[in-house]
């Protein structure tokens, strides 16, 4: 694993870098972006630092350079070559009083890259019992408030799945703790809308320009009738789902296998759509 932060490129990553009055830290009060490396290089790195961006202003964060971040993953990546790996960017409101309160200081970035283990192309979810708040202030916004998904996908992994997903106050289906959902119903790709409260996925918008797919909200029910479910995500690129739930799927499906195939294709022709 190797280390950025605030300017400085750690030789050791397990050196405390961080006061521990820092409102990321203290409250959450932070957004950040993962993103996958292939072959020493990170993969929609643009899209990634524009939606960084979005996520800060809607928090109400400082604005983020994103030249400067763009040298901390020139740092991180250039220290330790990854054939597959994992890079963060985190932005938080920086050293703040202990409370909800911001103080008056710098933002911290952080940016980290470690390997990654590649994805199975199956997988299981199960549907969790606690909705998402698509009218909730954070709607949206890939903040540092995860303590949510945390608690979704420890329901997952004892119920031996390696995803949640979540409805919204509506009923819809919404998303995963940290992937977006897609399914095939009557033979139609569909996927919810981002009003639905999802997180607008990186890997979601490169999917819906290269394969196409129907944007609607339809009760979280809908999966106990699809043909197909996969995953989109960073880390899980097209992912099978075989079981949702206690019901078993044939995965992949054609239609998964299909959006699979065009996902390795046009990944392969450009490392930054």
């Excluded at 990654?116 to 949206?140: D, Q």
């Excluded at 004892?158 to 399914?183: D, I, K, Q």
Aim: a negative charge; proline letters at 5%; one cysteine or more.
């Amino acid at each position: 694993m190797r280390a950025w932060v605030n300017g400085q490129l750690l030789e050791d990553p397990t050196t405390p870098a961080l006061t521990v009055s820092d409102h990321g830290f203290t409250v959450g009060d932070g957004v950040f972006e993962a993103m996958k490396v292939v072959d020493g290089r990170p993969f929609a790195l643009t899209r990634h630092l524009d939606r960084l961006a979005r996520s800060a202003a809607g928090l109400g964060l400082q604005g983020v350079d994103a030249d400067v971040v763009r040298r901390g993953v020139g740092a991180v990546l250039g220290a330790e070559h990854l054939p597959l790996g994992r890079l963060r960017v985190t932005w938080t409101g920086g050293v703040a009083p202990l409370g909800s309160g911001r103080g008056d200081g710098p933002p911290t970035l952080v940016v980290v890259a470690d390997v990654l283990r590649p994805t199975a192309l199956t997988t299981s979810v199960v549907t969790v019992p606690w909705p998402r708040n698509e009218r909730g202030a954070l709607a949206g916004l890939k903040t540092t408030s995860y303590a949510e998904n945390v608690v979704a996908l420890t329901y997952a992994h004892e119920r031996g799945a390696t995803e949640g997903v979540f409805s919204n106050v509506a009923g819809h289906l919404c998303e995963g703790t940290g992937s977006n959902v897609f399914y095939v119903l009557d033979g139609e790709l569909c996927t919810p809308s981002l009003a639905s409260g999802c997180l607008a996925g990186i890997s979601r918008a490169l999917l819906l320009e290269w394969y196409g797919a129907r944007e609607v909200d339809e009760p979280v029910d809908v999966l106990a009738e699809a043909d197909e479910i996969f995953l989109v995500s960073t880390t899980r690129d097209v992912q099978a789902v075989s079981r949702c739930d206690d019901r078993e799927l044939v995965a992949p499906g054609p239609v998964t296998a299909d959006c699979w195939e065009t996902w390795k294709r046009r990944e392969a022709e450009d490392d930054d759509p």
